[in-house]
């Protein structure tokens, strides 16, 4: 961390009171805590020590490292005697690095230093009472009961990424080792989305044949899993194997319908023959179970993976004995329907035997008729075994699972949702050539029903499912019977749609493609309660992650100080341990994350604002204003979508100026803020105000900060000001930022946006990918280095020799242009593409090969020597520098060549 943070730290304690601590310290642990560890020499403790200093920040630590963060697992040791002469050897050992630590902290206590409090002693402390346990250790974290000398400041009452001081950090009960289901459930709890914590606790459930437990988890499974087949059905084994079959049919009823899967409609269907027994119950059974046949192809049927289910069909369909004639020619009719439905579907494995045995079929039935019959299907027929083909090239490398994992954000994900893409275009396409738009409507949802179950946490799916159901018009003439799949519940596109992205949004509750979209659908309907509720609900979404991030936050920095304070009390080391490293990068990740997150809030807020504005009034967006204006880590972006909205209200801009000077008591340093208040000002004709708020902002801002808000006010004075205050301007831009070249500050007042006159024209040849400011560095570094490095003496003639070995052994003295090495050209080329010659005034030919030999390697070089020079370059040719960069890390070099 910086300096100015560890000396603040430092003045904490005093630093004699430390080294005593310490003394006593290290005494301690040397002749208790690891004595059965020591060598010869006694120092082999403090050894081991350092070794362990490699372990996981978390805190998650073996057995052996528990020690260093205060994680006795058996602080509960039970004594059984005055002297635990009935201990094991192993609970004797920990008791004594118990005792060892209660004599640190009273020697701590002793030097004036308050030990790190934690876990239940912190909750003791934040809400005024008192506990007598309180080493009980923070979420995750193992405390340590040493000094609490930080090298990080506590956490004030202002501060954005840490707790308020006097917050408690949430604790958990601590598991017995034997609690394998607590545990599991714990560990489910810190992220119930990841549908892998969730398997050990269904198999430990399992075995221990905990039926209320096991029932209770798979509820709460399909809560968070409503698609997944895989659940439902080992929920439907569950209370089959129980034979609660009254609840197996509600199951039935719950999950069917919003997930059309083969296998657990096969399931179903097995089911639906167990209960109908034919030689019981006779032509009933049959009835129901034909229905439950027509039922489910009606909904998966033109499924790609569905053959079986068509082939079982037809095979219970000629299981049926016929009496009559009339029963025989009901059952006839009824095969040749099946048989004529299932041959126009791409059934993969199934295709070609079914058109097969339908060719029997009818020669068997009618010789006559038969070629009637087939050739009246035969074109569907083929177009269905071309398409075929085309679908399971699509289908090759896409998985079609219903129980996802969370999204990785990897190329094999990408790679999956292009499958998935290139499959529901294919089905778009209408590659079947049905004059049926209702069936074609129905492959497609059909195909976006089963890609949301697989890309359950892929918003952009959902989003691309709700625009293609609200293109559909009314749904309410499409029959599930005509239309397998169709959303036949919903009597609107705009309702299905709707209903489409709020189970997007149980999939993805932070998504702001889904909430946005839903939004704008509900604004549209006029349905402002509901409208409310999308937005509210992932404000409080992304709160509550900030919230958990700032606790972990905390729980960092609690470890930085441990890691810090034991490094320098008993590992006595002068730098910083590797703990202390990693807890300041998981520190600065996290407040990265933790301002990425107070943006998106705002964000959200902003938008929501806006709505209401839109659909409720001005009153309504004020409110919402307020409620997210009173948050502390709320950025300036919501006070200037306030203010910019109340002034286009009514043009008027007192209430828009009183918004920006609010937001100013906040982000007075925030150039950005400060550059839209200005251009307001100006906008408002308030010029005088707009200089004052200049003026008073970079008197507060560090140098570094003020410097855009300086660029933006000379821009204004060059484009509408006086020329003696742009250059009383420009004069006082240069004496803050010397870095800055004069030409850079002069040509800065004629660039627009997307063209720089001067730079386009006046330094045109070779180098028009580098800014003019660009170019300006690299000549004064290497003017600086010629400079640094012409002193003359031995080091002259050390490069000289240098220089000589790389030419091969030659001689020096000048050359003619003809004459030049190898080495000289590609210095030749880096002055070209700088822009600037011999005859510029800014380097002389010596000068830069001395700069060459001094900053340039040799491997450099001879990679420059293999670039083409710049006026090979027309534009026409892309150099890609990161794939360069790749190329030369993953290239492997022989050792030959080494």
């Not at 978390?58 to 009935?86: C, K, M, R």
């Not at 209370?239 to 009823?253: D, H, I, M, R, Y």
């Not at 046949?293 to 569905?306: A, C, K, N, P």
């Not at 407040?591 to 806006?610: G, P, Q």
Request: hydrophobic share 35%.
């Amino acid at each position: 961390m910086s300096e100015q943070l560890t000396k603040e730290g430092s003045n904490l304690i005093d630093p004699g009171a430390v080294a005593a601590a310490a003394a006593v310290v290290l005494s301690e642990v040397t002749q208790t805590a690891d004595a059965p560890k020591q060598t010869n020499d006694g120092n082999q403790s403090t050894h081991e020590e350092e070794q362990d200093d490699d372990d996981n920040v978390d805190g998650e630590d073996g057995d052996d490292g528990g020690d260093e963060y205060g994680d006795d697992e058996d602080d509960n040791i039970s004594i059984n005697g005055a002297n635990g002469s009935n201990l094991t050897p192993t609970q004797k050992r920990k008791l004594r690095r118990k005792k060892a630590k209660q004599r640190e902290q009273e020697a701590l206590q002793a030097a004036g230093i308050t030990p790190a409090l934690s876990g239940a002693a912190a909750s003791a402390i934040g809400n005024g009472s008192s506990s007598s346990n309180s080493s009980q250790p923070a979420p995750g974290i193992a405390s340590v009961s040493t000094s609490s000398a930080p090298i990080i400041p506590p956490a004030s009452a202002v501060s954005l990424t840490r707790l308020p001081p006097g917050t408690a950090l949430p604790t958990k009960r601590k598991r017995l080792p034997n609690d394998t289901i607590g545990i599991l459930e714990d560990e489910i709890e810190e992220n119930p989305e990841d549908i892998d914590k969730w398997s050990p606790l269904v198999r430990e459930l399992k075995a221990k044949d905990k039926v209320d437990s096991l029932r209770n988890a798979f509820e709460r499974m399909v809560v968070y899993f409503p698609t997944s087949s895989d659940i439902w059905m080992d929920y439907l084994d569950l209370e089959q194997s129980n034979g609660e079959f009254q609840k197996v049919e509600q199951l039935f009823a719950r999950c069917l319908p919003k997930i059309l899967n083969v296998e657990l409609w096969s399931y179903y269907l097995a089911y639906i023959r167990r209960i109908n027994n034919i030689n019981i119950d006779g032509d009933k059974a049959r009835t129901t179970i034909s229905q439950a046949y027509e039922f489910v192809l009606d909904r998966v049927g033109f499924d790609i993976d569905s053959g079986p289910i068509w082939n079982d069909y037809i095979e219970f369909i000629k299981s049926r004995e016929a009496g009559t004639s009339w029963e025989q020619q009901q059952k006839m009719d009824l095969l040749r329907k099946t048989y004529r439905r299932a041959i126009c579907i791409p059934l993969s494995g199934h295709l070609e035997r079914l058109w097969q045995n339908y060719s029997t079929f009818e020669t068997t039935l009618n010789a006559n008729t038969a070629r009637k019959f087939t050739a009246e299907v035969s074109g569907t027929y083929m177009n269905a075994r071309s398409s075929l083909r085309e679908m399971e090239n699509i289908f090759t490398g896409m998985p079609r699972t219903t129980s996802p994992g969370l999204r990785q954000w990897s190329k094999k994900e990408q790679k999956i949702y292009e499958k998935w893409e290139q499959w529901i275009d294919w089905e778009k396409r209408n590659p079947l050539s049905t004059g049926n738009k209702a069936l074609v409507d129905a492959r497609v949802t059909y195909a976006y029903k089963q890609a949301v179950m697989t890309l359950r946490y892929f918003p952009e799916v959902w989003y691309s499912f709700s625009l293609y159901t609200l293109g559909r018009g009314d749904l309410s003439t499409v029959s599930a019977a005509s239309a397998p799949g169709a959303l036949a519940s919903s009597n609107s596109s705009v309702d299905a749609a709707l209903e489409i992205l709020r189970n997007g949004l149980q999939a993805n509750p932070s998504s702001f493609l889904l909430s946005y979209k839903a939004a704008e659908l509900l604004e549209k309907e006029s349905r402002y309660d509901e409208l409310k509720v999308i937005y509210e609900n992932l404000i409080a979404r992304y709160k509550l992650e900030r919230e958990k991030m700032v606790i972990q936050n905390e729980q960092f920095y609690i470890l930085l100080n441990e890691a810090h304070v034991y490094a320098t009390t008993q590992l006595s080391l002068n730098g910083k341990s590797k703990k202390e490293r990693k807890a300041e990068k998981h520190i600065t990740q996290k407040e990265a994350e933790i301002h990425s997150v107070s943006r998106s809030i705002t964000l959200a807020y902003t938008e929501y604002m806006k709505t209401a504005k839109r659909s409720q009034g001005i009153k309504e967006a004020r409110r919402v204003f307020g409620e997210a204006r009173r948050l502390p880590y709320t950025t300036h972006h919501i006070f200037v979508a306030s203010a910019m909205m109340e002034y286009h209200n009514n043009k008027e801009a007192d209430i828009a100026d009183k918004i920006f000077e609010l937001g100013l008591k906040r982000f007075s340093e925030n150039s950005e803020y400060v550059k839209v208040y200005f251009d307001f000002l100006i906008l408002t004709n308030d010029e005088t105000n707009a200089r004052a708020l200049f003026e008073k902002s970079i008197s507060k801002m560090p140098i570094a900060a003020a410097k855009p808000l300086y660029e933006h006010f000379m821009k204004f004075t060059a484009n509408h000001g006086e020329l003696a205050a742009l250059l009383t301007l420009e004069e006082r831009f240069s004496k803050m930022y010397p870095d800055e070249s004069p030409m850079s500050i002069f040509a800065r007042r004629f660039r627009i946006p997307e063209y720089d006159p001067i730079e386009d024209n006046d330094l045109r040849p070779n180098y028009n990918n580098h800014s003019l400011q660009q170019r300006y560095q690299q000549i004064q570094q290497i003017e600086s280095t010629s400079i640094l490095g012409s002193s003359g003496g031995d080091g002259d003639d050390e490069r000289s020799d240098r220089g000589d070995r790389k030419r091969g052994g030659r001689g020096g003295g000048r050359r003619n242009r003809d004459e030049e090495s190898d080495d000289e050209r590609p210095m030749k080329r880096i002055r070209e593409s700088t822009g600037f010659s011999n005859s510029s005034g800014f380097s002389t030919t010596s000068s830069l090969e001395q700069a060459s030999t001094n900053i340039i390697p040799s491997g450099i070089l001879n990679l420059l020597k293999a670039l083409p020079p710049p006026e090979y370059l027309d534009g026409s040719v892309s150099f890609d520098a990161m794939k360069l960069t790749d190329l030369i890390r993953d290239t492997t070099i022989p050792d030959n060549l080494l």
